[in-house]
């Protein structure tokens, strides 16, 4: 039966670890395992998949204050997992990773599986899942998969793939589709052509784990092995534990409102705001070190998934959200006065514009009742520090 449970300590709360970090783990609702991949829907819910207990649910959500999971039994063919994906259209799909599985289709009401009975090729052990430009579903599988809704069309190394270790997918600004393998480098496929890059070439590795476009069009890519490598169309640059990358480990990668890189590896998080890398790690209040799946949401703020539970960081105000106490703000939107309502103390409020700029800290000595009558029309985030040092931080529209 598909499990629920009601979270009512607080929107987007977190169990508490010894440094008074908080994230969400399993005691709150998360599935259990690895979360390999993380995607926010339509409607603002966040979803997660696991591709490592294979005797608990492998996909679950969370809406902000209601977690479920979805295992054998509650319509998922399997409990592991390692992509998932929401179509234009609303529904979602989700890649499994062991026993041949396939891949499962939800309306929302019903689900379906499609495996290799009904094209998919040899290897139903789908490891990445993809919707391009013209609607149809790409996914990495033993080869690279089209489908169109109605026939799964495969490629393998006659069509010119590199590999049939295939890995991560990513369609670019262009719209070529890039295939990462885990032996054999990349390959970029713009509708007819494959062309393949690999270590001659000038990539880091072979062994190809991430896949992203940055804001100036430059493409990268994480390995497993030796760090991670920039290609801007004709020139590799490439990024290592000697420039400053926390680890050579890296497996995931994407990108704040601000266009910082953010690189998951084995041993934390480096952001690189094009000079230098910044380490985030379990010291900074992340819940686990090793990353797995990076995901920016529609607030702009970073989710990580770990061996451990998920974090959420927030880019502008640079803190990871460790109040466990709710949160309300009100009215919001709001004019001239503002109402915080938290069990606790407030010791501290600021608010901050979407630049990060610092634009009003009170002194008022009731701080559940703010004058916000200085702030121009427009969305701030409000940053509130407890009595026990603990940080939380809500959005604000002024009108």
Same mark, same amino acid.
């Given at each position: 039966?598909?499990? %629920? ?39 603002? @819910? ?103 809704? @109605? ?29 990462? @393998? ?86 934390? %998080? ?12 379990? @010291? ?116």
């Amino acid at each position: 039966m598909k499990n %629920i449970l009601l979270i009512a300590l607080l929107s987007f709360g977190f169990l508490s670890n010894a440094q008074n970090w908080t994230n969400f783990t399993s005691d709150d609702g998360l599935i259990d395992g690895i979360i390999y991949d993380m995607i926010q829907d339509n409607d603002g @819910t966040i979803w997660f998949c696991d591709w490592t207990e294979e005797t608990a649910p492998g996909i679950g959500n969370f809406d902000g204050s209601n977690w479920e999971q979805f295992g054998i039994g509650d319509g998922p063919i399997a409990n592991t997992y390692r992509c998932i994906l929401q179509d234009v259209n609303g529904v979602y799909w989700f890649g499994s990773f062991f026993a041949d599985s396939g891949l499962d289709r939800f309306d929302g009401t019903t689900w379906e599986n499609f495996d290799t009975a009904d094209g998919l090729p040899f290897e139903g052990n789908v490891r990445d899942l993809i919707e391009v430009q013209d609607g149809t579903l790409w996914l990495t599988a033993g080869g690279l998969t089209n489908f169109d809704g @109605t026939t799964f069309t495969n490629y393998d190394l006659s069509d010119g793939l590199p590999s049939l270790n295939t890995s991560k997918l990513f369609e670019d600004s262009e719209g070529n589709i890039w295939i990462g @393998t885990t032996d054999a480098g990349v390959a970029m496929y713009d509708g007819s052509v494959f062309t393949n890059y690999d270590a001659t070439d000038g990539l880091v590795a072979n062994d190809i784990f991430g896949i992203f476009e940055d804001l100036d069009n430059n493409m990268w890519f994480a390995t497993h092995s030796n760090g991670v490598s920039r290609f801007d169309g004709s020139t590799w640059t490439s990024f290592t534990e000697a420039d400053g990358l926390v680890s050579n480990f890296a497996w995931a990668i994407a990108l704040d409102n601000e266009g910082r890189v953010y690189i998951g590896t084995n041993f934390g %998080i480096s952001r690189y705001d094009g000079t230098s890398f910044e380490t985030f790690d379990e @010291t900074d209040g992340l819940v686990e070190n090793h990353i797995r799946s990076i995901l920016k949401d529609s607030d702009g703020n970073m989710w990580f998934g770990t061996w451990d539970g998920v974090s959420r960081f927030n880019p502008i105000l640079g803190v990871f959200d460790t109040l466990k106490k709710r949160i309300t703000l009100f009215p919001n939107p709001a004019n001239t006065e503002l109402n915080i309502s938290m069990d606790g103390i407030i010791s501290t409020v600021d608010f901050y514009a979407m630049d990060g700029s610092r634009v009003l800290s009170t002194s008022e000595e009731n701080k559940n009742q703010i004058n916000i009558a200085s702030l121009a029309q427009g969305v701030y985030w409000v940053k509130i520090i407890d009595d026990q040092g603990a940080i939380g931080f809500e959005k604000l529209i002024v009108k």
